[in-house]
């Protein structure tokens, strides 16, 4: 700026770094002695919160670990998990939440990857983690998760328990924001369509303002009760992590996602806000309207993952759940856009309701621009909700870029977007809907499943000669992986027998739920024609296994 103006720089009296950590001392400060976090019969407050957090800051120093160092985690929605989200980012480091459904190979390859310092391993994941930690070359430090609340007895892996660890770190710590708030706070991998799975890195101003936006459009109160049906993996849990500190709220967490034990907490724990993939908000619409009389509270939900079909729409309604659709991605924080709905719609009937809230919507408020380009020219679409381009994203809640990758980072932000890979229209309202996933990537149970992976796997059948997968509609997980595989000549399999085959080699919620025999559509230049075998998986009669 130039003029009269310029003459007021930035100082430290009116300019400091935005970061999530700054929430987690407020809520400590201010509302010391409210219940933060719930696990089973253990309680802890915001008070408590906070100094055990600087305490793990402060042990994770006196460990060496500091400025843009990895700390990674495997653990499921528990204490732990939550506090390592403000543990390392109060002295710079960057925290790795990895995936607890994932295999070893490609856990060893985060980890490796990503360089991670010191990884935190709750019981249950003891054995995959050993298994992927002995083929690093550099093995981390490993700190054990003792879970009261699990019971298994697998071996524990680490050299010192995490209750220990803590309580070597000092009482009084020193800890600062960043200096910089563009440093980065996290690293979450994404399944992409090809290779290994790309490094999504996020700074501190991004997950400050992504965290204070989800409270913004979901009118979320202070204190307001949250259930972790949402893993914490899966994108910091959509920021939600941060969140909760910004509102003062209390953590409900739970290691296994079931409709026991969210129906019990939504009664015991007064919850009133959860989200998760339509998995989740299905366990709820089969529990009945009975499993929630009563409840004197709302309960509100977020579903992103895929549309809400209108038999969700209708059972939410039933059960009193006040359901809002959400749609984003890894790079993008996940949720930065909302299906945001107007007065007017609670007027119309069920099939038009299913088509408005159905939608991907519009931009967080705090997201600069979301909008629908056409391909060859980057001009956007037309408002007519039929011509066809690819959304895109510019602003704060985009990613920092790829790890290790400036040419994927570079061909995601082309032409001043982030680029997501899926197809939409604009409608004339404004809102934007996906017409067509992009086309490699499956969301299973809110899980970003790569087709190329599971092809991959296939080629390596000795019976196989080629294979396709993609992605096959299913009322309970949004989607499931089907495989539709030509056969070597004279060669014979089962379908029971390629299922077993892709269990040991891919994670379990990788593994084709459908398989299908038969020559594959091929181009005129010997490509498989997906769009094909897409439109027969709609088409499908059989039950998936």
């Not at 939550?82 to 980012?89: K, N, S, V």
Request: charged residues 20%.
């Amino acid at each position: 700026m130039s003029g009269a103006y310029a003459d007021l720089p930035k100082t430290a009296a009116n300019h400091v770094a935005l970061s999530p950590t700054a929430f987690l001392a407020w809520a400590g400060e201010v509302y010391g002695e409210r219940c933060a976090l719930i696990h089973g019969d253990y309680r802890q407050s915001w008070a408590e919160t906070y100094a055990r957090c600087r305490r793990l800051a402060g042990a994770l120093a006196a460990q060496g670990i500091g400025a843009g160092d990895t700390v990674a985690v495997m653990a499921p929605n528990i204490p732990a998990t939550y506090e390592l989200h403000f543990g390392p980012a109060m002295i710079g480091a960057v925290l790795n939440t990895l995936n607890v459904r994932l295999d070893a190979t490609t856990l060893g390859f985060m980890l490796g990857f990503g360089e991670a310092r010191i990884v935190f391993v709750d019981r249950a994941f003891a054995p995959v983690m050993a298994e992927a930690i002995a083929g690093l070359d550099e093995p981390p430090l490993v700190i054990d998760i003792d879970d009261a609340e699990y019971d298994g007895d697998e071996a524990l892996i680490g050299e010192m328990d995490y209750e220990a660890f803590i309580a070597t770190g000092e009482a009084d710590f020193a800890w600062a924001p960043p200096s910089d708030e563009w440093d980065a706070i996290s690293l979450n991998f994404t399944s992409g369509t090809t290779g290994d799975p790309k490094g999504v890195v996020y700074h501190h101003r991004g997950a400050y303002l992504n965290a204070m936006t989800n409270a913004l459009v979901w009118d979320m109160p202070t204190h307001a009760v949250y259930l972790w049906t949402l893993p914490m993996f899966h994108c910091n849990g959509w920021c939600f992590a941060w969140t909760l500190a910004a509102k003062a709220g209390t953590n409900v967490c739970l290691r296994q996602v079931a409709a026991e034990p969210i129906i019990a907490a939504l009664h015991t724990h007064g919850v009133t806000h959860y989200c998760g993939a339509p998995i989740v908000h299905n366990m709820l619409i089969e529990a009945g309207p009975e499993a929630f009389a009563g409840l004197p509270q709302t309960v509100y939900g977020l579903v992103a993952g895929a549309a809400p079909p209108a038999a969700m729409i209708e059972g939410m309604e039933a059960v009193g759940v006040s359901l809002t659709h959400v749609y984003g991605l890894t790079e993008t924080y996940g949720p930065a856009a909302l299906c945001a709905k107007q007065a007017d719609w609670a007027e119309l009937g069920l099939e038009a309701r299913v088509a408005r809230n159905a939608r991907q919507g519009v931009r967080y408020p705090t997201q600069q621009a979301m909008t629908v380009i056409d391909r060859d020219t980057g001009a956007e679409v037309a408002r007519d909700g039929a011509q066809l381009g690819e959304l895109v994203f510019a602003g704060n809640i985009v990613m920092k870029g790829y790890l290790k990758n400036p040419e994927a980072t570079a061909k995601a932000f082309a032409h001043g977007w982030y680029h997501t890979g899926d197809l939409g229209v604009i409608e004339a309202d404004g809102y934007i809907r996906i017409a067509d996933r992009a086309k490699d990537v499956i969301i299973s149970g809110g899980e970003n499943i790569s087709s190329l992976e599971i092809e991959s796997v296939l080629s390596r059948h000795p019976a196989i000669a080629s294979a396709a997968v993609v992605a096959r509609p299913d009322a309970r997980w949004g989607e499931t992986p089907c495989a539709f595989i030509a056969l070597r000549a004279g060669q014979s399999v089962t379908a029971e027998a390629v299922i077993a085959y892709c269990r040991e080699h891919l994670a379990g919620y990788k593994v084709p739920r459908s398989v299908v025999f038969g020559a594959l559509p091929m181009t005129s230049t010997g490509k498989i024609q997906k769009y094909a075998l897409r439109s027969r998986a709609e088409t499908l009669t059989d039950q998936p296994t």
